[in-house]
Nanobody, 118 residues
Framework: QVQLVESGGDLVQPGGSLRLSCTAS????????MGWYRQAPGKQRDLVAV???????NYVDSVKGRFTISRDNAKRTAYLQMSSLKPEDTAVYYC????????????WGRGTQVTVSS
């Protein structure tokens, strides 16, 4: 069983930066693909970025060049560095951990609010 706790969400002005953290307890994350998703009010939850257990990354087009996902397996933590934030980045950001080997279990955190507004 893996518990995920996100932190770092805040109110920030357009053009600002934030770093989100997702810390796992109960298990190492070294065998997990870690992902960040976001859900704006009235919208579905969408993938933002992922980093595999091998360190490969992928981003949704709208955040490429602005967001960077990373991981520190020793700290059991995944990060999402966000810069040049826009009002449309406002959402609850959720951390996801998906095990890369059988059983391919998936875990979610409870989310952290990011609000981009002047």
């Amino acid at each position: 069983q893996v518990q995920l706790v996100e932190s770092g969400g805040d109110l920030v002005q357009p053009g600002g930066s934030l770093r989100l953290s997702c810390t796992a307890s109960g298990s190492s994350i070294s065998l997990y693909t870690m992902g960040w998703y976001r859900q704006a009010p009235g919208k579905q939850r969408d993938l933002v970025a992922v980093i595999t257990s091998g360190g490969s990354t992928n981003y949704v087009d709208s955040v490429k060049g602005r967001f960077t996902i990373s991981r520190d397996n020793a700290k059991r933590t995944a990060y999402l560095q966000m810069s040049s934030l826009k009002p449309e980045d406002t959402a609850v950001y959720y951390c996801n951990a998906r095990r890369d080997i059988i059983p391919m279990t998936t875990y979610w955190g409870r989310g952290t609010q990011v609000t981009v507004s002047s």
